[in-house]
């Protein structure tokens, strides 16, 4: 018995993990952050017509297709900004939340960024 004890008693006490009370960012979070310093301090262009043609000017720097986007637009983007070596990024959510993550109240399917300001929303993309 006296061996459990005094094994028992050199063993250190484990202390409870200690929390920082800051909540988990997940994927989205991200971005909607990085979005609102964007349109803050950047330069964008939101819709299907103005990112085509900063796509097509070669002045894009990345481009946002919200989920939702219908296929053959979606596709037509994508090949343009391929043409033009832009990185897209699917947004997980759809136009509704992608306009409101853009501060605004109304739909937006996609959105291209030329100047991101100072957010760092470029190199934070894997695909850009």
Same mark, same amino acid.
């Given at each position: 018995m006296s061996s459990?004890?005094?094994?028992?008693?050199?063993?250190?006490? =484990?202390a409870p993990e200690k929390?920082?009370?800051?909540?988990?960012?997940?994927?989205?979070?991200?971005? *909607?952050?990085? &979005?609102?310093?964007?349109m803050r301090s950047?330069?964008?262009?939101?819709?299907?017509?103005?990112?085509?043609?900063?796509?097509?000017?070669g002045k894009a720097k990345l481009v946002i297709i919200s989920?939702?986007?219908p296929p053959l637009r979606k596709?037509? =983007?994508?090949y343009y900004a391929m043409l033009a070596k832009t990185g897209v990024h699917h947004y997980a959510g759809? *136009?509704?939340? &992608?306009g409101t993550s853009c501060g605004r109240y109304y739909r937006v399917s996609c959105m291209?960024?030329?100047?991101?300001?100072?957010?760092?929303?470029?190199k934070?993309?894997?695909e850009a």
């Open positions: 459990k004890t005094a094994a028992a008693s050199t063993e250190t006490p =484990i929390t920082t009370g800051k909540k988990k960012v997940k994927g989205n979070e991200g971005i *909607n952050n990085r &979005l609102q310093i964007v950047g330069k964008y262009a939101l819709g299907y017509k103005t990112t085509i043609k900063s796509l097509r000017s989920n939702n986007c596709s037509e =983007i994508e759809n *136009n509704v939340d &992608l291209s960024i030329t100047d991101p300001g100072d957010s760092d929303i470029i934070s993309m894997p």
